[in-house]
């Protein structure tokens, strides 16, 4: 199975550079760089392939005035850029996963084990976004971009790259709400305004058109996202060790980022309610919030942990290489959307071919 021994390959050259930092900085790169080949060029792979093919040919018909005119205008800008200078269907996804992956850098590079976000993201984020849902892959890397505003204390800058990620994908208005809590003065008077605001806000995306059609969409309708509530399980998880047992180290060694992290761990705990509201709508926000928790995982082993440490930081590698292999064996989802893998980097196929 090719995905799960890339992702055991993976593992075992972060494990062979544990001790060899510079090295392993010095790797990143390159293994971005195949994992961004890897995604990006891929052919007829992913549960979405054929419905972003058809979001293509509906905008090739079209003007740029209709794109901006949609919900998520940004991203029908793009497949109206893609089309219009004349590239096929299959380049909609390298430019998706290109701006995945630059928000995954963005956010990995700040990290002290880079190599370790970056294949900690593989097996449940990267195969799932930008291997399959486009649209949303690239709101998370914009949204990546926010996170790091966020950690610099930017409040505009966050709202701004948060508004743009919502222009790809919808559900990234939610994180508007922390735009109170940005910032690193007054974190008392920022709770607060967070608090006041958060029900006039809940109310406010709850009442648009794209909360609106995703309760008509989503809930008690039958559609469900098959395996959510594991992943949202994963994350629940996630987010009760670092509350319990890695919060007060990281505030003595990270003390900047404690706030993001911190509220990206509450927000993991809502996903596993949310779940018996709707799989799709918490799968949905779960997605953006698996970054924070690759974070988490890759910063343990630089927590100061005592004799628990080397067992703490190997186990979500190991959680992960289970629920992949698990997946991968026995879901007909994954063998339906995912195999057999093929790519269009010898050539591309005449039907995927640009009319203009």
Not at 169 to 182: D, G, K, M, R, T
Request: proline share 5%; glycine share 8%.
């Amino acid at each position: 199975m090719i995905y799960t021994a890339l992702f055991l390959t993976l593992v075992a050259l972060r494990f062979a550079l544990a001790q060899q930092p510079k090295l392993r900085d010095q790797v990143y790169p390159a293994v971005m760089v195949a994992l961004f080949i890897f995604v990006a060029f891929r052919l007829d792979v992913g549960c979405d392939w054929n419905g972003y093919h058809r979001h293509f040919m509906i905008q090739l018909d079209l003007e740029l005035g209709d794109a901006l005119a949609r919900r998520e205008p940004l991203w029908w800008a793009l497949v109206q850029m893609v089309g219009k200078i004349g590239l096929g269907y299959p380049w909609l996804n390298v430019a998706s996963a290109a701006l995945f992956f630059a928000g995954v850098h963005a956010l990995a590079r700040r990290q002290p084990d880079r190599l370790g976000v970056l294949i900690l993201l593989f097996p449940v984020l990267i195969i799932n976004m930008p291997m399959s849902g486009i649209r949303q892959a690239a709101a998370i890397g914009v949204l990546c971009f926010a996170f790091v505003a966020f950690q610099k204390g930017r409040t505009a800058h966050y709202a701004v790259l948060t508004l743009l990620a919502a222009g790809f994908h919808s559900s990234a208005a939610a994180f508007l709400l922390l735009v109170p809590l940005v910032g690193h003065g007054r974190p008392k008077a920022r709770i607060l305004a967070a608090l006041l605001l958060a029900g006039p806000g809940l109310l406010l995306l709850a009442s648009g058109e794209s909360a609106q059609l995703a309760v008509a969409r989503y809930v008690n309708t039958g559609v469900d996202a098959q395996g959510a509530i594991y992943r949202a399980g994963m994350l629940f998880l996630s987010a009760v060790l670092f509350l319990t047992l890695l919060r007060g180290p990281w505030q003595a060694r990270y003390p900047a980022d404690l706030r993001l992290v911190t509220l990206g761990a509450v927000m993991m705990l809502a996903t596993v309610p949310l779940v018996f509201v709707s799989t799709v709508i918490a799968d949905r926000l779960g997605y953006y919030l698996v970054p924070l928790q690759a974070v988490v995982f890759a910063r343990i082993p630089y927590l100061a942990l005592g004799r628990s440490s080397a067992v703490l930081a190997a186990l979500p590698y190991l959680a992960l290489l289970l629920v992949l292999t698990v997946w991968s064996i026995y879901s007909g989802h994954f063998h339906y959307c995912y195999l057999p893998y093929d790519t269009w980097l010898t050539g591309l196929p005449d039907l995927y071919q640009s009319p203009f």
